[in-house]
């Protein structure tokens, strides 16, 4: 069975950082393309960033410059480094698998950037 399982979100000011975490376990990691998504209520699901299973990077250009996608698959974990944050990021952000064509979703972590 594929889990992924988010954390470190919080509150934080404008300006801080956070950094997401996502532990993937129930698929060949290494073999994942990794990607983290955002969405707010009433919103669709915002594509933020995918990192290749080659270590390839690609962000949505709202957070180009400031979020950092990052993999450990030694660890099968997935990272979403993001500074210079504004509360425009508030958000519930989830952890997206795909292996092959088959999808996963983690459970979603808030994010909330306010003073």
């Known amino acids: 069975q594929v889990q992924l399982v988010e954390s470190g979100g919080g509150l934080v000011q404008p300006g801080g950082s956070l950094r997401l975490s996502c532990v993937v376990s129930?698929?060949?990691?290494?073999?994942?393309?990794m990607a983290w998504y955002r969405q707010t209520p009433g919103n669709q699901r915002e594509w933020v960033a995918t990192i290749t299973s080659g270590g390839s990077t690609v962000y949505a250009t709202a957070v180009k410059g400031r979020f950092t996608i990052s993999r450990d698959n030694a660890e099968n974990t997935v990272y979403l480094q993001m500074d210079s944050l504004k509360p425009e990021d508030t958000a519930i952000y989830y952890c997206?698998?795909?292996?092959?064509?088959?999808?996963?979703w983690g459970q979603g972590t808030q994010v909330t950037v306010a003073s």
């Open positions: 997206h698998a795909n292996q092959y064509g088959s999808q996963y």
């Open positions: 129930g698929t060949i990691f290494s073999r994942n393309v």
